[in-house]
């Protein structure tokens, strides 16, 4: 089973940049088969897709963070990331990285991010 970590979140400042990193545990070469996903959840609201990276490096954003974030992975490490620039009070939530392959899909546990001044 394929376990994902994240960390990098915290209380930052609108305006301000944090880079969240998600860490696999996928055994062997197998990591590159998969697509990553972040994810966030604010209270009370319902999880949404913010960036997806796929197996072959296609990148997807959700419009609220169209050049603002950017999404990356590094295959070798088994690592995903998402560089977060000009953050905003809005941008405040849970983030979870998420795995996916053809019936199969893994989260982690999730790494809160606070945007206030």
């Known amino acids: 089973q394929v376990q994902l970590v994240e960390s990098g979140g915290g209380l930052v400042q609108p305006g301000g940049s944090l880079r969240l990193s998600c860490a696999a545990s996928a055994s062997g070469n197998i990591f590159n088969i998969y697509d990553m996903n972040w994810y966030r959840q604010a209270t009370g609201k319902q999880r949404e897709l913010v960036a997806s990276i796929t197996r072959t490096r296609k990148v997807i954003y959700a419009d609220s963070v169209k050049g603002r974030f950017t999404i990356s992975r590094d295959n070798a490490n088994k690592m995903v990331y998402l560089q977060m620039n000009n953050l905003k009070p809005e941008d405040t939530a849970v983030y979870y990285c998420?795995?996916?392959?053809?019936?199969?899909?893994?989260w982690g546990q999730g790494t809160q991010v606070t945007v206030s001044s």
């Open positions: 998420n795995l996916q392959s053809p019936g199969y899909e893994r």
